[in-house]
């Protein structure tokens, strides 16, 4: 009897509640109704229903935190809805700026000025995510001219220039990245002079090896215009590094040092193929070869 009579006080005030006009009646009888609960149900069931009453009264609560809601006005349960959802807006742009997903944040920031109104807060947001980019960004651009660097000094044009307009397209908002060009043109340009400098004052100073060297160095640099005014000099260095090599080879052959001899032969060969002297030497060389494996 008296759990038909409960649950007929219960169904009662939850039917006030619910309609508008009733409403502060209905929820003060679900309040009481559930208070009783614990009495009653101890009353009716003695002391071994502690778990039950223990969860009644965890429904007791949560009903009146409904209830509690539930009797504020429409505008301020808006004003606890927009709380939530400022806290978890700000929540994710934090997380978007710990990830540096710049654009996605930004997105959020506008959503939090225009749709919340919380327009002091969305400004010190953009400052956060415009700082935390540029330093990024900073440091990215630092590391990459690092390596653009690292490939000017190994003289690999080709990938310094590639390399060039990569960070161009990569970094476009980044003005450290505009005369990178430039900057690889320029060392490019001055490894030339230097080569041709070394060249010019080897051939002087009867160097011809090692004006050979630099020149076969600086060819890779030189366009046709610019290396006609070398042309004669360049022959020059040719011929006397071919006779100086030639001398060195009979030398060796002389002195019967069959290892040099190969090695000298060689060199005639790979470097002046369509010499006379290049000619006689292939016409030794098996020999000599044999010679020097029996060494």
């Known amino acids: 009897m008296l759990v038909v009579l409960y649950a007929a006080a219960l169904g009662l005030s939850v039917y006030l509640a619910l309609r508008p006009e009733h409403f502060h009646l209905g929820a003060a009888g679900v309040l009481l109704v559930l208070t009783l609960a614990p009495v009653a149900f101890?009353?009716?069931?003695?002391?071994?229903?502690?778990?039950?009453?223990?969860?009644?009264e965890e429904l007791t609560r949560m009903v009146r935190s409904f209830t509690d809601l539930a009797s504020l006005s429409d505008d301020a349960r808006r004003v606890l809805s927009r709380r939530n959802d400022r806290e978890l807006l700000t929540q994710a742009i934090e997380e978007d700026i710990a990830n540096k997903n710049?654009?996605?944040?930004m997105i959020l920031v506008k959503e939090l000025a225009e749709r919340f109104g919380y327009r002091s807060d969305a400004e010190g947001f953009r400052n956060k995510i415009e700082a935390a980019r540029a330093e990024t960004m900073d440091r990215e651009v630092s590391d990459a001219i690092a390596y653009l660097d690292g490939l000017i000094i190994q003289r690999r044009w080709d990938a310094a220039y590639a390399d060039a307009a990569r960070l161009l397209r990569l970094y476009p908002d980044s003005p450290r990245v505009f005369g990178l060009r430039g900057r690889v043109e320029q060392a490019q340009r001055s490894c030339k002079e230097d080569l041709e400098r070394r060249f010019l004052v080897a051939a002087k100073d009867d160097r011809p090896e090692e004006a050979m060297a630099l020149l076969k160095e600086l060819d890779g640099y030189l366009t046709p215009s610019e290396a006609e005014p070398l042309r004669e000099l360049a022959r020059?260095?040719?011929?006397?590094?071919?006779?100086?090599?030639?001398?060195?080879?009979?030398?060796?052959?002389q002195d019967r040092d069959w290892r040099s001899a190969s090695r000298l032969g060689e060199r005639i060969i790979a470097e002046f193929p369509n010499s006379r002297m290049a000619a006689e030497v292939r016409g030794v060389i098996d020999g000599i070869r044999i010679r020097a494996s029996q060494v």
């Open 42 to 56: 101890s009353l009716l069931l003695g002391g071994r229903t502690r778990v039950l009453i223990e969860r009644v």
């Open 102 to 105: 710049w654009d996605a944040a």
């Open 236 to 253: 020059g260095v040719i011929g006397k590094a071919r006779e100086n090599l030639g001398a060195q080879f009979k030398l060796a052959v």
